[in-house]
Nanobody, 123 residues
Framework: VQLQASGGGLVQAGDSLRLSCAASIRTFNRDAMGWFRQAPGKEREFVAAISWSAGSTSYADSVKGRFTISRDNAKNTVYLQMISLKPEDTAVYYC?????????????????WGQGTQVTVSS
């Protein structure tokens, strides 16, 4: 499985960005998807996840109300809409595919990872 993340960039605090992650797999709609991020000097952390049917979502407290995860199974793509960005959101963002269709939030529950896309938020 290949996951290609895109949409990162340099923005100012308060701006918005939408990240996309395209999966090269025909069974995309069978697995949960997630977004994680890793800031310099910090461990990778959970951001958001969505179940295979998009019926369930989960968010880290730090992004709740500002980020929205969604998916388009017809396009094998998962999105992360980010609004009201803050400097502390600066990180490399990774998309990941879950090991099954259920909503997961732990890194260990995701078996395939994209290459990451840099998001930098200036104050």
């Amino acid at each position: 499985v290949q996951l290609q993340a895109s949409g990162g960039g340099l923005v100012q605090a308060g701006d918005s960005l939408r990240l996309s992650c395209a999966a090269s797999i025909r069974t995309f709609n069978r697995d949960a998807m997630g977004w994680f991020r890793q800031a310099p000097g910090k461990e990778r952390e959970f951001v958001a996840a969505i179940s295979w049917s998009a019926g369930s979502t989960s968010y880290a407290d730090s992004v709740k109300g500002r980020f929205t995860i969604s998916r388009d199974n017809a396009k094998n793509t998962v999105y992360l809409q980010m609004i009201s960005l803050k400097p502390e959101d600066t990180a490399v963002y990774y998309c990941a595919m879950g090991r099954d269709r259920f909503l997961r939030t732990r890194i260990a529950d995701f078996g395939s990872w994209g290459q990451g896309t840099q998001v930098t938020v200036s104050s």
